[in-house]
């Protein structure tokens, strides 16, 4: 059996026809209480009753619907003040003191002609409606009367669903190799970096439909290269971590992204040291450029130059390129390139040189340890 609902009230005037006074029934013994019960008491009593036989809890009982229907009758006579003074004037019940006089009589006499003829036109108007609708009716009054409980309002608010907290992205860590020059005055450079972002098809939650999602696989995060220009500061040296905000893993719920930490490794070079602006290195000749002198070739951070070769150069000399070292990234002014050289003899000699070294130490008798002081 649907549950009524009775949020809707009738007519007043219409409510107070059906619900006609009947001085043949006993409206404070069907209630359960005594002639002197105030409203208090009345109401208790009817609310009680009307739990025990209210058609949601008695679905398919006929004398429980019947019985509701008498209870919710008597609770709207004796909760209205005149309509239960009407009442109690045809039953003859006294609140206060027995009233004898031929005044009292009358008014009775009166109210129950009146009564009467009430009765007979809202009995006639009730037969001609269906029951379910004079039944609605009827509770529905009761409930405008204010007098039925009402179900109370939550003074909670209700409780929002809880949302999971944000939470950042995981930071990435990834080489760079940078050259020296780039180390000193700093660069640009692109990188290529493999991050996560939560799966746009099943954002994050890993299935579409209780199957899994096909685009992440399951994972609820699905992994991209992104390329991106990466500022590398002035001076920074082996090891150094550059950070840059925002460019980590995607957050999940809101969160922010993680950060990038570029680990920084410098080129090695074999051939180049550095001193400031300087560039450092140490070139082989032969001893035949050495006495005589040549114009050769050296490397430079920028390529290759000519150098000349002065004769008679000894081993260990060093030559200055000027402007050939380190620019300097704020006044552009650039170090120079110092050359050291070191005469090397050549390995697997062939007997002709070998002759020919022998007739050079003839032509000139040269001892380089002349001077030295020995224990």
């Known amino acids: ?9 009738r007519n007043d005037n219409l409510a107070k026809k059906e619900c006609f006074l009947n001085k043949d029934k006993d409206y404070y013994k069907i209630l359960g209480i005594n002639s002197s019960a105030d409203k208090k008491e009345i109401k208790s009593a009817y609310r009680s009753l009307a739990r025990k036989y209210h058609p949601d809890t008695n679905q398919g009982n006929k004398l429980s619907e019947e019985k509701f229907k008498e209870i919710g009758e ?11 003074a009407q009442y109690d004037l045809l039953k003859g019940v006294s609140q206060k003191k027995p009233n004898t006089s031929e ?10 002609t009146e009564q009467k003829k009430s ?7 009730a037969e001609k409606r269906p029951f379910g609708d004079v039944f609605s009716d009827f509770v529905d009054k009761v409930f405008e009367k204010g007098q039925a409980p009402k179900p109370k309002q939550s003074q909670e608010k209700p409780r929002e669903t809880q949302k999971p907290a944000p939470k950042k992205g995981d930071d990435i860590t990834a080489d760079i190799s940078i050259t020296i020059v780039e180390a000193h005055n700093g660069t640009v450079r692109k990188v290529n970096i493999l991050h996560t972002e939560t799966c746009p098809k099943c954002k994050g939650k890993r299935y579409l439909n209780s199957v899994q999602c096909p685009a992440c696989k399951g994972n609820g995060e699905i992994s991209n290269h992104k390329k991106i220009s990466v500022k590398i ?6 090891g150094s971590k550059i950070r840059i905000a925002g460019e980590g893993n995607q957050g999940q719920n809101g969160g922010a992204s993680g950060d990038l930490f570029l680990v920084v490794s410098i ?14 290195c140490e070139i082989p000749i032969t001893p035949t450029e050495a006495a005589l002198g040549a114009e050769i070739f050296v490397p430079t951070i920028d390529g290759q130059l000519s150098m000349k070769i002065p004769p008679e150069t000894q081993a260990g000399q060093r030559f200055r390129l000027s402007g050939e070292g380190i620019p300097d990234a704020n006044t552009a002014k650039r170090g120079d390139q110092l050359i050291t050289v070191r005469i090397e003899i050549p390995s ?7 002759e020919l070294y022998m007739e050079l130490a003839k032509i000139r008798k040269f001892n380089p340890r002349d001077g030295l002081i020995f224990n």
């Open 1 to 9: 059996m649907p549950r009524r609902t009775f949020s809707s009230p």
């Open 267 to 280: 080129i090695k070079n074999s051939i180049f040291e550095f001193e400031n602006l300087n560039v450092l």
């Open 74 to 84: 008597a609770y709207s006579i004796l909760s209205d003040d005149a309509r239960r």
């Open 103 to 112: 005044q009292a009589k009358k008014q009775a006499s009166e109210a129950y």
């Open 119 to 125: 009765n007979a036109k809202s009995k006639s108007e």
């Open 348 to 354: 697997n000699l062939s007997q002709k040189e070998k």
């Open 233 to 238: 500061p002035p001076n920074v040296t082996e």
